[in-house]
């Protein structure tokens, strides 16, 4: 396969740029944050605009042996969800981008070293049914969701994974988390899983995810081969990065996970399998945001330790 001009390097030095604080102007939080366009699949938000994400940490979520509080969480969703959609009240928030007659396909991850976490799972389960959705238009699901049916009729998605290095992709993160929708996930695997964005274009997925959560708890910041993990390579940073646009997303999760990578071997380390289809979701399939100087980036919670 022919590989893109836009190099990792690139991505990196993109990356490298920090976000300007404030908005130029916002998506609008009852809009699809990736609209049909001839350009691609999917369209980002508008040149004029600026793409937000939240980023929120609380001391309190993690403690001692990687216990995870579940009260924090929820409390950090909420919180962050409010942010997002400019809402005092977070109830209001969620009621931006849930109704009623809505179906809901929440998708988390399942990988048992890092799994997405039954305390992020229940805090938006939560929601979704105070929204006044009843439990049997909802589906909390990871594997061969395309054969799902509650996922198959689904008006609204929410996707929910934890952030981590990965073998096949560089970056596992809310862009990698759909390759569950596809009966062959193997069959994106090529070039470090390069066009992991064109799933987003597929009719079970596209225009329906609502809200994107990576759940950066205890994020995996480095790894060796297919099956590798330690634990010496997790740390509790204690946050969620929150957005409508998963490349937005993905992309301040990413800088983190980078940060954390210089901060403990004391030099830039390249990852095992670039991740360069972070970038590519912008500048090939326009799907979403992956330029921080694009990116709105709200900040909550204890500033030492952010590393971004």
């Not at 970056?171 to 390069?194: E, T």
């Amino acid at each position: 396969m022919k590989r893109n001009t836009f190099t990792r390097r690139d991505f990196l030095r993109t990356a490298a740029v920090a976000p300007v604080a404030g908005a130029i102007g916002r998506l609008r939080p009852d809009s699809s944050a990736f609209p049909p366009s001839a350009a691609g699949p999917m369209s980002g938000p508008a040149a004029a605009a600026k793409t937000r994400v939240v980023l929120i940490r609380d001391d309190m979520a993690v403690t001692e042996g990687r216990r995870i509080s579940a009260d924090a969480v929820q409390e950090m969703l909420d919180n962050a969800v409010a942010a997002l959609f400019e809402e005092k009240d977070p109830a209001a928030a969620w009621k931006k981008i849930l109704k009623p007659a809505d179906t809901v396909g929440i998708k988390t991850n399942t990988w048992p070293s890092l799994p997405t976490g039954k305390e992020v799972e229940q805090a938006i389960e939560r929601r979704v049914r105070e929204a006044g959705i009843p439990a049997e238009k909802i589906s909390v699901a990871d594997r061969a969701v395309y054969q799902n049916p509650i996922f198959q009729s689904a008006t609204v998605l929410i996707n929910a994974r934890p952030a981590r290095v990965h073998y096949w992709s560089g970056m596992g993160s809310c862009l990698k988390n759909y390759i569950q929708f596809v009966p062959r996930p193997s069959d994106y695997h090529d070039d470090a899983c390069a066009n992991l964005a064109a799933i987003w274009s597929l009719p079970l997925v596209q225009g329906k995810t609502k809200l994107n959560v990576l759940v950066m708890l205890t994020p995996l910041y480095h790894n060796i081969g297919p099956r590798g993990f330690s634990e010496k390579y997790i740390w509790p940073y204690k946050g969620l990065i929150v957005g409508q646009d998963p490349v937005a997303v993905d992309s301040t999760g990413y800088r983190i996970i980078q940060a954390q990578r210089l901060k403990e071997f004391g030099e830039e380390r390249p990852l095992e399998v670039s991740a360069h289809h972070i970038a590519l979701a912008d500048t090939k399939y326009r799907l979403g945001t992956s330029d921080p100087n694009q990116i709105e980036l709200i900040r909550l919670g204890p500033a030492e330790g952010m590393l971004i």
